[in-house]
């Protein structure tokens, strides 16, 4: 079993970058495909990306062109940078596996995007 713990959110103005990390441990991860969700209060968790490690990288509409999803498999993290960040990012963004069954959830980390 992977246990997975984010970091990197904040505070940041809106057109401000943020670079989120997931440390992933527990497990081999290197053929694990990868993902990272965000959730607001009163709506659903949703994909933002995911990586498969290999060829596979997939991005939500609303955030093509804006985030990258990168893996080190040396050091067991999966990134998740943030560009151009509009008000509309703003919310807690998870990591976890990219397909059903996942682990539980963790704390997820806060981004807040504001002037």
């Known amino acids: 079993q992977l246990q997975l713990v984010e970091s990197g959110g904040g505070l940041v103005q809106p057109g401000g970058s943020l670079t989120l990390s997931c440390e992933v441990s527990?497990?081999?991860?290197?053929?694990?495909?990868i993902g990272w969700f965000r959730q607001v209060p009163g709506k659903e968790r949703e994909g933002v990306s995911c990586?498969?490690?290999?060829?596979?990288?997939l991005y939500e509409d609303s955030v093509k062109g804006r985030f990258t999803i990168s893996r080190d498999n040396t050091s067991n993290r999966v990134y998740l940078q943030m560009n151009d960040l509009q008000p509309e990012d703003t919310a807690v963004y998870y990591c976890?596996?990219?397909?059903?069954?996942?682990?539980?959830w963790g704390r997820g980390t806060q981004v807040t995007v504001s002037a």
């Open positions: 990586s498969n490690g290999k060829h596979i990288i």
């Open positions: 527990g497990d081999t991860f290197v053929d694990v495909a």
């Open positions: 976890n596996l990219a397909t059903k069954p996942q682990f539980p």
